[in-house]
């Protein structure tokens, strides 16, 4: 029996998650995260940056691309080490 929160290996859905999920992590999440540091950087040049925006996102930025290596832990702690992608 299949359990509820987990669908097919080879379903359309996760396919198309795994995509994008590869695309964010490849050279399209790299030039993301990149424009999102210089543009803060533009903003501390002319003095207009907030400061605690920018702690939030130098944080979501480390926490997005660690994140593997966080559920790697994560499941290696629990047991259970495959992915589906």
């Not at 533009?42 to 660690?66: D, H, K, N, P, T």
């Amino acid at each position: 029996m299949e359990a509820f929160a987990q669908g097919p290996v080879n379903s359309t859905i996760g396919a198309v998650l795994c995509y994008i999920a590869g695309m964010m992590y490849g050279n399209f999440g790299r030039a993301l995260a990149s424009i999102a540091i210089a543009t803060l950087g533009v903003q501390a040049m002319l003095g207009r940056i907030r400061w605690e925006s920018a702690i939030i996102v130098g944080i979501g930025i480390a926490v997005f691309f660690g994140a593997p290596a966080i559920v790697a832990t994560f499941l290696a702690v629990i047991g259970t080490v495959t992915l589906g992608c």
